[in-house]
Nanobody, 124 residues
Framework: QVQLEESGGGSVQAGGSLRLSCATS????????MGWFRQAPGKEREFVAA????????YYTESVKGRFTISRDNAKNTLYLQMNSLKPEDTAVYLC?????????????????WGQGTQVTVSS
């Protein structure tokens, strides 16, 4: 059973930065492609970014391209999301997930393990 725990969320002003971390345990981290999703109040969960098991391939939703960077450290079993130039519309609970099913990387269906999430609040 893979366990994931996010950290690094908080409250920042627009234009600020945050770095989210997702610590994993209970599995072979390097064997999983990983993703970040977010869910704002009253909205559906949406894909943010994904990274292949090796870190060689990354994918982003259009709204965060050029501002967010996903990365991983397989030696530390940790996933990261560097978020720069934050906007109020980035406010959400951010969740990390491990891909366990062969499906589109931007679909929640592909991910079988999820963390509890960390709150990110961006004020204008």
């Amino acid at each position: 059973q893979v366990q994931l725990e996010e950290s690094g969320g908080g409250s920042v002003q627009a234009g600020g930065s945050l770095r989210l971390s997702c610590a994993t345990s209970g599995g072979v981290f390097s064997g999983y492609a990983m993703g970040w999703f977010r869910q704002a109040p009253g909205k559906e969960r949406e894909f943010v970014a994904a990274i292949s098991w090796s870190g060689g391939n990354t994918y982003y939703t259009e709204s965060v391209k050029g501002r967010f960077t996903i990365s991983r450290d397989n030696a530390k079993n940790t996933l990261y999301l560097q978020m720069n130039s934050l906007k109020p519309e980035d406010t959400a609970v951010y969740l990390c997930a491990a891909q366990t099913r062969y499906s589109d990387y931007d679909s929640g269906i592909a991910y079988g393990y999820w963390g509890q999430g960390t709150q990110v609040t961006v004020s204008s």
